[in-house]
């Protein structure tokens, strides 16, 4: 399940992450989906009181993989080695790979599989109990907050490039305002917690302002 997107029979690029239930994450992200649910996505990235940052921030880390995951997995028909050849978003932005250890050097590909890559590294992560642990009292490594930035930046590339390469075909499926909202909850989170720099965020910058613009005029 993922806040913004309930029980509905998505289908997924990856399998989706589960928090399990009875853990102190499964109670955080009730309460995540419950404040999303009032429509204030300002007020739904807000630590609550009396929680553990870490918690917060892993806890919203798997369910933005599974959002983006469901994103991605919507436009897959039409991301295909011969549509997409580099990993980019708009003309001035291209991705190489590299995950430190099994690709050190970075690699031009695809965007498929690129973020083929990605989203395999990122599960990988959340599936690893000394990096993200589920069980209450198990300690957060110390190096967690730049594991969870590193994942962040990654996965804002795959809405970067379902932005610039593919919103027309979003727009086909009626899936904008899923889109929309999935990246402006992300973009109000990274905000909140400085997650993610600014540069990383340029391929989508001017969206960002619009997103900002319409927040302060008191739009949702």
């Known amino acids: 399940m993922s806040f913004l997107f309930g029980n509905r029979n998505y289908k997924t690029f990856k399998p989706k992450k589960h928090i399990p239930e009875g853990s102190r994450q499964y109670d955080l992200m009730k309460n995540a989906a419950a404040t999303l649910g009032s429509g204030d996505l300002r007020l739904a990235v807000v630590l609550p009181e009396g929680e553990d940052l870490n918690e917060w ?5 798997v369910d933005f993989f599974n959002q983006i995951n469901m994103l991605y997995g919507t436009v897959t028909e039409f991301c295909t080695e011969e549509s997409c050849p580099i990993m980019s978003a708009g003309r001035k932005y291209e991705y190489h790979w590299a995950d430190g250890a099994t690709i050190k050097k970075p690699i031009k590909c695809s965007a ?3 973020i083929d890559f ?3 590294w990122v599960q990988d992560q959340l599936d690893d109990e000394t990096l993200f642990p589920s069980k209450i009292g198990v300690p957060f490594p110390r190096n967690f907050l730049t594991i969870a930035k590193t994942i962040l930046k990654r996965l804002f590339r795959v809405y970067a490039h379902i932005y610039h390469q593919h919103f027309d075909h979003v727009v086909q499926l009626q899936e904008e305002a899923h889109l929309n909202t999935s990246f402006k909850h992300f973009i109000f989170f990274v905000q909140e917690f400085g997650l993610v720099e600014k540069k990383e965020l340029m391929p ?14 008191g739009g949702h």
């Open 57 to 61: 921030i892993a806890v919203n880390t």
């Open 112 to 114: 498929p599989k690129y």
């Open 118 to 120: 990605l989203m395999t």
């Open 204 to 217: 989508l910058q001017d969206l960002i302002d619009k997103l900002m613009s319409k927040e302060r005029l």
